[in-house]
């Protein structure tokens, strides 16, 4: 089970952590991503995280302004969010490749489980 959190109403040029958190023994050996979904618009990715959290990826909209992060020891994703701009407005949602599975990616189908989703909203 996946329980995102952190989002609010910020202004442009704000900063915001979510957090997503895992229940589960394994939580170590899931690769774990962030997505996100504006209105009217479809589900798009964000960020990736490997197991070991050496290897991340981060949408070309979102480089150099979001970092993706994890603690393994607190089972926590999270997705740290700087020079937030108006099009960052969205519901983001983490979620997690099956056990097992090594390799970050921006397929939502290779994503087993999700949370229930934070909104984030960013006033002009």
């Known amino acids: 089970q996946l329980q995102a959190s952190g989002g609010g109403l910020v202004q442009t040029g704000d900063s915001l952590r979510l957090s997503c958190a895992a229940s589960?023994?394994?939580?170590?050996?899931?690769?774990m991503g962030w997505f996100r979904q504006a209105p009217g618009k479809e589900r798009e990715f964000v960020a990736s995280?490997?197991?070991?959290?050496?290897?991340?990826l981060h949408a070309d909209p979102v480089k150099g302004r979001f970092t993706i992060s994890r603690d393994n020891a607190k089972k926590t994703v999270y997705l740290q969010m700087n020079n937030l701009k108006p099009q960052d407005t969205a519901v983001y949602y983490c979620?997690?490749?099956?056990?097992?599975?090594?390799?970050?990616?921006?397929?939502?189908?290779?994503?087993?489980?999700w949370g229930q989703g934070t909104l984030v909203t960013v006033s002009s």
């Open positions: 589960g023994r394994t939580f170590s050996i899931w690769v």
């Open positions: 979620a997690t490749r099956a056990q097992g599975e090594s390799a970050t990616s921006t397929v939502q189908s290779l994503y087993a489980y």
């Open positions: 995280i490997s197991w070991t959290g050496v290897s991340t």
